[in-house]
């Protein structure tokens, strides 16, 4: 059985699961180049997808798309939206949003779009079918079946989808069994995303400065109980709710996430323009972190209470939250815990499509194993465009020792290997390396290639056999979505991946799916004492990870990088004699 699951929003992709196997996925954004692909249709994503395979149109059983898309054709969604309107009336931007929703997911719009992109990119005009699965419950599939649990507790939480902003499963074999839903307009979601904007930043893309930034505030009471009156405890004690007074439903002069009330409630200005950052905006970060991981913590310690279910999976938008997924593993509520390593929109169809898999075939989807997932290229291919370029390179006898010497001589390197990795985290495919052990490189790293805020954290790739040495409560982190307290040996050796609030987000690395990565590490391990290195994604500020040989040539070249290790060449820059400071390079 062959199911394509697609997205078609903020970050549109699309992934192919074959007899319950995930074996293609990725996001449009890498294939165009266009950061994030709003409003692009994942039809380049579901070529690759095909090509991959080595499938037609018509080796495909269904396509499927992760929103109840009848029930906004029924009435049902416009009944919710009428009786939810009763009870908090809304502003004209609401209605204008709810009316909005009621047309772009009907069935009627979603096969259309879907028909018109394959009637352009392929002549003809009878796709496969098209299957819809309600928008919570994908998510919860991708938790569920992408674990390596038969049974666990599934939370899901995102800003919004169909009529639900947050839900809880009992999840067991091919079963998720609703336990709680938190609906419109209590979307912990939609309260991230205001502050994200009232600090600075653009919701739905700003959310992790604003996680970054908190590591830098302090405890501030008066902003504790500003939030207290947006965020509540909810009637049932263990849930919440979220007063929509404060985020859609008044006047906005500022903007569209938040309404003035909100600017009345904290008592000071919304930072905007250019604005520095000032720690009042550190402590605000702060407060909004704290609000979000009580009202989880305590959401989640009631239903392991009364389920007694041992693991939990997580999926949405929210599960990228790294601070919040760490204080669960550090609460010790769970013996263990999964989180799908792209947990939001753009990974909902691939939940759709396993969920449906499940239901026809019978049997669960396999847990999933790795992410290298999109584009790979020949080492043939990667030669010939380094060609084409007309640059000198050369393939060293050991590329692994060869990368560890470049790092361990205090050079940053592009790391370019095997398949595109799906998801937001750069996981030793398309990375930019530098040697952790020193404060100055990962510094470099940021002034010269990534322009980073100086609040946002680097993370580390480390073996997973040597987690103990550098991580208290260690455990697998495959995918870089968990945080771990630093042991006094990782602030003495590698404090360049240490964030200030002595966490390090990691990502560990295993022989079996990245093997050529771990061997690096190995190496590095040597020469350098240890089997770590600085991991950041491999792209430049406000452009998608590379994809290709050719996007990566294009980063390296216009980036202070040293060198660029890609498939078994290794390309370097000669030497500069002088670096210029900053303030004497003309602009």
């Known amino acids: 059985m062959n199911v394509i699951g697609y997205f078609h929003g903020i970050d549109p992709a699309a992934g192919l699961i074959q007899d319950g196997r995930l074996v293609a996925f990725v996001e449009e954004e890498r294939l165009m180049r266009y950061k994030h692909a709003p409003g692009s249709f994942p039809i380049r994503a579901i070529d690759f997808c095909l090509e991959s395979a080595g499938l037609t149109l018509d080796d495909v059983d269904f396509f499927t798309y992760g929103w109840d898309a009848p029930r906004y054709g029924n009435g049902q969604i416009e009944a919710f939206y009428q009786e939810t309107n009763r009870e908090y009336p809304p502003n004209s931007g609401t209605r204008a949003w709810q009316k909005g929703n009621l047309s772009w997911f009907s069935e009627q719009g979603l096969r259309r779009r879907l028909q018109q992109e394959i009637v352009r990119f392929y002549g003809r005009a009878d796709p496969p079918e098209l299957r819809f699965y309600p928008h919570h419950k994908s998510h919860a599939a991708t938790a569920l079946f992408g674990s390596p649990f038969d049974e666990a507790l599934v939370f899901t939480i995102d800003g919004s989808g169909d009529h639900q902003c947050a839900t809880l499963w009992h999840g067991q074999g091919t079963q998720l069994e609703l336990l709680c839903e938190i609906t419109i307009p209590h979307s912990l979601g939609w309260f991230y995303a205001a502050m994200t904007e009232f600090l600075g930043f653009d919701a739905y893309d700003g959310e992790y400065k604003v996680m970054g930034l908190a590591a830098y505030g302090r405890e501030n009471q008066k902003f504790r109980d500003a939030l207290a009156r947006v965020v509540q405890p909810g009637p049932n004690g263990f849930d919440y709710t979220v007063d929509p007074k404060y985020i859609h439903h008044g006047p906005h002069t500022y903007s569209g996430r938040f309404t003035d009330h909100l600017v009345e409630l904290l008592g000071i200005a919304p930072r905007q323009g250019k604005r520095p950052l000032e720690a009042v905006h550190e402590d605000l970060a702060f407060e909004t972190q704290h609000a979000l991981e009580s009202h989880v913590l305590r959401l989640l310690t009631h239903f392991r209470r009364t389920t007694g279910l041992k693991n939990l999976c997580m999926a949405g938008g929210c599960a990228l939250n790294v601070k919040m997924n760490s204080k669960i593993h550090q609460s010790g509520l769970f013996d263990d815990m999964f989180i799908f390593p792209f947990p939001s929109d753009s990974g909902c169809g691939i939940g759709a499509a396993m969920a449906i898999h499940a239901e026809l075939s019978g049997k669960r989807p ?222």
């Open 366 to 587: 396999e847990p999933l194993e790795h992410v290298y997932l999109g584009p790979s290229y020949t080492d043939q291919q990667i030669e010939a465009q380094l060609q084409s370029c007309g640059l000198a390179y050369h393939r060293p006898e050991n590329l692994e020792d060869a990368a560890a010497d470049l790092l361990a001589a205090g050079k940053v390197i592009g790391w370019f290997q095997t398949a595109l990795e799906a998801g937001p985290r750069a996981l030793g495919a398309r990375s930019i390396l530098a040697d952790p052990r020193s404060i100055d490189a990962r510094d470099r790293v940021n002034s010269a290639i990534k322009f980073r805020e100086y609040w946002r954290p680097f993370c580390p790739s480390l073996t997973e056999e040597s987690a103990s040495r550098f991580l208290k409560r260690a455990g697998r982190g495959p995918y870089m979505v968990l945080a771990f307290e630093a042991t006094e040996e990782s602030s003495r050796t590698v404090p360049g991946v240490v964030h200030v609030d002595q966490t390090m987000r990691v990502q560990t690395v295993d022989r079996r799916s990245n093997p050529r990565y771990h061997a690096m590490l190995a190496a590095f391990e040597r020469k350098a004492g240890v089997p770590v290195v600085l991991n950041t994604s491999f792209n430049i500020k406000g452009e998608p990870i590379v994809c290709s040989p050719r996007d990566a040539l294009r980063t390296y070249s216009s980036t202070g990088l040293d060198a660029l290790v890609i498939g078994p060449f290794v390309v370097e820059k000669p030497e500069v004699p002088v670096r210029l400071k900053p303030e004497e390079v003309i602009r």
